[in-house]
């Protein structure tokens, strides 16, 4: 699996449903149903993790409600199927709505989650 097409279908599944946010947004994010994190931890953490089976989402989720920023790897996922992968892509984005936090895609095969306090900076395009 080349990580050009792995690039190409998570940039889809962003694009599709980042197309799908209301205008009214601010910075791109719906009204968060929860805040699990009431407050900015103490300390937060940029972490890093590839994802081998649907079953690691949890534990990538777990750590943005903890407050941390992830950067997941998703190449390791796409050897088993490109159809977990967009079922991977499409759960972290609703997670990410419905917490308030942000997504976006990093390179080929990675993206980058975070919790409601943080906001990726994306430059307009032209």
């Known amino acids: 699996?080349?990580?050009?097409?792995?690039g190409k279908i998570i940039g889809r599944v962003l694009g599709k449903k980042g197309e799908m946010r209301g205008k009214g947004e601010a910075g791109g994010h719906s009204a968060a149903l929860y805040h699990p994190v009431s407050a900015r931890p103490e300390r937060v953490y940029i972490k890093a993790r590839a994802i081998q089976s649907l079953e690691d989402l949890s534990g990538v989720k777990d750590e943005v409600i903890s407050g941390n920023i992830m950067i997941v790897r998703l190449g390791p996922l796409a050897e088993k199927g490109m159809d977990d992968v967009n079922k991977a892509v499409s759960e972290l984005y609703d997670f990410a709505?419905?917490?308030g936090g942000d997504i976006a895609q990093l390179g080929e095969e990675r993206i980058i989650i975070?919790?409601?306090f943080v906001e990726i900076w994306r430059e307009k395009a032209t």
């Open 1 to 6: 699996m080349s990580s050009i097409k792995l």
């Open 97 to 99: 709505q419905q917490i």
């Open 114 to 116: 975070t919790p409601f």
